[in-house]
């Protein structure tokens, strides 16, 4: 096995791009070493992309904010005007894990993981984050939700890495809120979780709205029938309910000792539901 620790991410795509074998990027490791010591996977090269100085920083711009690759998500919580704009996706970030976890642990590889139940990624589809893949042919960007494919596969190609996470700029009157259901009261994983996004007018009605779903199918599921059902309306009773039924509709979950079929699909509406709730509160909505 190679390790190598390259200072650009030029240098870093490039190593990538010719290692003959299997190739890791190694961020955090909280999902990386493990898998190792486990033996469940054993590359054949190691790309630490600690030393790139541009992935370790939150750069607000006028667009928003780049959040980049390496960034820990302990440092998310420490930023304030992320928390103050984002408040929903920080507080995803700092359920991955205990706190030593998340002094390592990313976002970005949080979303390469690939889980279906990684916190952090219906929070960012919810948010409409977009990731920025640098390759041997250059830099796109895409919605976050395209990244994973399924349980630990991904959309990237050889040679490709995430370079930054990217969230827009807040207009007026906008909040997101993420809530998941754990058997625990910490370090556990999700049995279902629901992030929500919207902007409400001056009347409290809401314009604009994103719903997401985790643990509830082989990936975060981007629920717009869900947002459909908020929209154009103020957030009472009524909408509740409709929400809860489409988002319990929307589920696929699996049926395993951590909940059953009916279990998550019912959670899933009651997540979404209180976690629009929190994000209307957030967004100066009565």
Known sequence: MRYIR???????????????????????????????KGG??????????????????????????????????AVLGENTALKKAWPGVVEAAKLIG??????????TGNLCNASPAADSVPALVAAGARAVVAGPSGKRTIPVE????????????????????LLDKRTPRSGDAYLRFIPRTEMDIAVVSAGVNLTIDEHGVITAARVALGAAAPTVLLVEEAAEALIGRKLDEA??????????????????????????RKVAGVLAKRAATTAYARAGGK
Request: with cysteine; proline share 5%; aromatic share 2%.
């Open 98 to 107: 205990s706190k030593q976890v998340q002094g390592r642990c990313t976002i």
């Open 239 to 264: 909408a509740l309910e409709r929400l809860a039924k489409v988002c319990a509709g929307a589920c696929r979950p699996i049926d395993d000792k951590r909940g059953t079929i009916d279990f998550r």
């Open 6 to 36: 390259p200072l650009s991410i030029e240098d870093a795509v490039g190593q990538l791009a010719g290692a003959a074998g299997t190739a890791a990027i190694l961020a955090g490791g909280s999902d990386l070493l493990v898998r190792m």
């Open 146 to 165: 395209a990244v994973p494919t399924g349980p630990g596969k991904t959309s990237l190609a050889k040679g490709e890495i995430i370079e930054a996470i």
């Open 40 to 73: 469940f996977v054993e590359p054949d090269l190691i790309v630490d992309i600690k030393s790139i100085a541009s992935l370790s920083e939150i750069r607000e711009t006028a667009d928003g904010f780049s959040i980049g690759a390496a960034v820990p998500c």
